[in-house]
Each structure stands twice: as C-alpha cells, then as structure tokens.
C-alpha cells in the first residue's frame, strides 16, 4: 500500500512561485516514478512533470521552463517548484506515484490571481 500526500498550494499573484510538495509513503519497491499532474477549469488533467526512482527528470508543455522538479529521498518527497505563474495555471494539482501499482493523492489547489 503507498500514500500520497500533497501540500503546498494557495493564492499567488501573478508572476509568483510556489513550492508544492509530495510525501509518498509506503511500500516502495522496484522501478516508479512519481509524477505531478494538473487541471485546469476546462481542460483534462495533464501531466506536467515526473522524476524517477533514479532521479531522472521529464518535463511537459505547458509549465516547461517554468518548473522543477526534484525529490528528497531521505524523507520520501517530491517537490514541484513553480515560477513566474500565470492566471491559466490556477488549478488542481495532483500528485501520482507510478510503480507496480498506481496510487493518486488528493490534490492541492492552485489559484493565481492578482
């Protein structure tokens, strides 16, 4: 059994950063990755980014360039750091552990407005 567990989203302006968390807990066994993804009013949940059990790291449109994503083994986390923020990306935030099951946290709303 794993746990996700997301903190760190709030209000924002426009232009700030915000630091999202991920504490995966659990039995971890063999290859994962844990991933981030959002929604967006309107739009299907997409991924953003993901980082391996190895640390390798991949990057999609539409925060590239503005995100990144790193993990602290020692205490089981994955970080999502955000920068120069828009509008368009308020939202829900999920995290998601991807190994030999598939395990969702509840999500960590993102509101950027001035």
């Known amino acids: 059994q794993v746990q996700v567990v997301e903190s760190g989203g709030g209000l924002v302006q426009p232009g700030g950063s915000l630091r999202l968390s991920c504490v995966v807990s659990?039995?971890?066994?063999?290859?994962?990755?844990v991933a981030w993804y959002r929604q967006v009013p309107g739009k299907e949940r997409e991924l953003v980014a993901d980082?391996?059990?190895?640390?390798?790291?991949n990057y999609k449109n539409p925060m590239m360039g503005r995100v990144a994503i790193s993990r602290d083994n020692a205490n089981n986390t994955v970080y999502l750091q955000m920068n120069s923020l828009k509008v368009e990306d308020t939202g829900a935030y999920y995290c998601?552990?991807?190994?030999?099951?598939?395990?969702w946290g509840q999500g960590t709303q993102v509101t950027v407005s001035s």
């Open positions: 659990g039995t971890l066994t063999g290859f994962y990755v």
């Open positions: 998601r552990y991807v190994g030999a099951t598939d395990y």
């Open positions: 980082i391996s059990k190895f640390g390798i790291t």
